[in-house]
């Protein structure tokens, strides 16, 4: 019998953001998302499913959240690098780099991860290629020299059905999201395919979203599951990732 996956979360930084960044009609205070990043333990490999920032965002103290403005809460140590050794986690042995996307704060991080092949969906890299823009897409972030797997549609990455790719389009052209199968059930690592808890319970698509069509039959798609009894891991949202435990085995019981 082989062993099950292990899953563990990160956060790579917060952000600051405007109240109305995740759900338009939202007022209040200035809000705080994480900028997360997972690794999957598995018998046959490890898998890193997004990696944060790119370390020329990182900040120092007395600059890390201006009032009233977008902001960084990144610091020295808060990079994938960093999080994994942590955990006495070599960056060097991660096999795999799936981003859910090519934002700058989703693959910032995989320069870190020298011998890994990285796995995008081939819509996604196609159309960073012709969206290139400053503090969105940046080759600097995402062409960093490992082995690249484009992939069309859904990918069963270790062939036995625990960690599987699913196409999440919407927030982007190509953005990708991972369902990893643990003894306690599904988990659903959303990324930006839905920013917040909120969004899905409203259903309400935040306003940066490349295709609104395929946002909703993402949405759709997120809800049915949820509903099956899927747990899904947010992709910005501050309030749930308060109940996220990091740097230990997620949906384990402590033995
Ligand atoms: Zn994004």
């Known amino acids: 019998m082989t062993a099950a996956p292990r899953l563990f979360a990160f956060n790579c930084g917060w952000f600051q953001c405007r109240p109305g960044y995740f759900v338009e009609s ?8 994480p900028v997360p990043a997972y ?11 997004d990696t944060g920032m790119g370390v020329r965002y990182r900040r120092e103290l007395a600059d890390a959240l ?17 999080r994994l050794k942590a955990i006495d986690i ?48 940046e080759a600097l972030d995402y062409d960093t020299g490992q082995p690249l797997r484009l992939i069309d549609g ?7 059905g625990t960690v599987r790719i699913v196409p999440t389009h919407g927030h982007t052209h190509g953005h990708q999201s991972v369902i990893v199968r643990l003894p306690a059930g599904e988990v659903l690592l959303a990324a930006d395919c839905c920013y917040t808890e909120r969004n899905l319970d409203l259903m309400v698509l935040p306003r940066a979203t490349q295709d609104v069509e395929q946002g909703l039959i993402t949405f759709e798609r997120l809800a049915r599951l949820r509903a099956a009894g899927t747990h899904i891991l947010f992709g910005h949202d501050g309030r749930q990732w308060a109940t996220v435990t990091e740097n230990v085995p997620l949906f384990e019981k402590a033995s």
């Open 39 to 49: 690794l999957v333990d598995h018998p046959k490999g490890r898998m890193v499913f």
């Open 154 to 160: 859904e990918h069963d990455l270790f062939g036995d």
């Open 66 to 82: 201006p009032p009233g403005k977008f902001g960084l809460e990144w610091f020295e140590g808060m990079d994938i690098a960093a």
């Open 26 to 33: 939202d007022t209040g205070d200035y809000l705080r998302g």
């Open 90 to 137: 070599d960056p060097a042995s991660i096999n795999w780099i799936v981003n859910s996307h090519l934002h700058i704060d989703h693959c910032g991080g995989n320069a870190h991860l020298p011998n890994a092949t990285v796995l995008i969906q081939r819509r996604e890299w196609d159309a960073a290629q012709t969206m290139a823009e400053p503090g969105l897409y």
